[in-house]
């Protein structure tokens, strides 16, 4: 078994050239640590990109030109071995929020002058010491809402800015005893072997409680927000979810590891629905809507407590023939 320092440490220090880098050299930022043909997908509009140059010129340089003063504000930090690939390639994890000033513009969201969260979800594959491969979530729509620009309705649950681990110690970066990510990944398995293809025949609490606390925390993307409690979570989020959409597609990942307490997934997509109605005001659609998922959660024992949730809200709704960017701009104005 390996104990993933030494890719854990590559991360950092690419997360550090960018802490370091202006907008003008945010691509040889990226150079530094990245492999020349490094794939990199990104939240729609971004979508995929090889190597640094062209990441830097869609993503990093307009962000660092945005969101001044940029930090990142890391709350969990793991790597493991890909379960999808066979326990073969390693990855890499970090979660949390890139906080600069608002000071310019960004994909049409008009800048506040003011601080800034922008949640975060990172996926590395790391291989001869170079990163390879990267999935970089960030909820576009939660930028938006800080910067009143909410392009939705009210959500189901709450907006927040969302808090690390209620245990504050997600930043693994030192190795950690292999049995305790086995059982993480386990757990995470379980729970998606129950939930995943929503035809378990338990009412929907009773499937809930097989696998998490009852005082989850499911901190969820902007649009459907925060939710804490079983009862409160099949109310506010899974029962309006499933009664929204038929023909849900078997789940399907890129990557899915654990290590500690820690574990978490990416698809692209992680499955397709079809909307029946009613979903954040879509209509019914014969049109599989595909959904871009980041889900990364804490275990507490034999259960589930804590989980972030990242989904590509704009493309989701792209998906559905909905411009969120314009939709946003006709709603306020911009």
Not at 117 to 131: K, N, Q, S, T
Request: hydrophobic content about 45%; some cysteine; glycine content about 10%.
């Amino acid at each position: 078994m390996t104990d993933f320092q030494a890719e854990k440490a590559l991360v950092a220090a690419h997360h550090a050239a960018l802490a370091a880098a202006n907008p003008g050299d945010a691509a040889a930022a990226l150079a530094r640590h990245t492999h020349p043909d490094w794939h990199w997908r990104g939240m729609c509009p971004f979508d995929e990109k090889t190597g640094a140059e062209a990441v830097a010129e869609a993503f990093w340089t307009p962000l660092l030109t945005a969101l001044t003063s940029l930090q990142r504000r890391e709350d969990i930090f793991f790597a493991g071995l890909n379960e999808i690939d066979g326990f073969t390639a390693t990855w890499v994890v970090s979660m949390g929020h890139l906080m600069g000033l608002f000071d310019a513009p960004w994909l049409g969201i008009r800048p506040t002058r003011k601080l800034a969260m922008l949640r975060y979800a990172e996926f590395h594959r790391v291989a001869e010491g170079r990163i390879v491969e990267t999935a970089q979530f960030v909820d576009i729509p939660h930028l938006m809402t800080q910067a009143g620009q909410n392009p939705f309705g009210p959500g189901t649950a709450q907006h927040l800015v969302q808090p690390g681990p209620r245990t504050h110690d997600g930043l693994l970066r030192d190795p950690q005893p292999p049995g305790e990510g086995t059982a993480t990944l386990a757990l995470i398995n379980a729970m998606i072997g129950d939930l995943g293809t929503w035809d378990l025949g338990l009412p929907l609490e009773e499937e809930l409680r097989r696998t998490w606390a009852e005082d989850m925390l499911w901190w969820g993307p902007e649009g459907i927000g925060a939710t804490y409690t079983i009862p409160r979570y099949a109310a506010q989020h899974s029962g309006p979810f499933r009664a929204a959409f038929a023909d849900r597609a078997r789940t399907g990942h890129l990557a899915r590891l654990a290590e500690g307490s820690y574990g978490g997934f990416f698809g692209w997509p992680n499955f397709t629905a079809r909307p029946t109605g009613g979903f954040m005001g879509l209509p019914a659609s014969d049109r599989p809507a595909e959904f871009r998922v980041v889900d990364i959660y804490r275990r507490d024992g034999d259960r589930l407590a804590e989980n972030w949730v990242f989904i590509d809200m704009l493309h989701f709704f792209r998906s559905q023939g909905v411009d969120l960017l314009a939709r946003m701009n006709r709603i306020t104005g911009a």
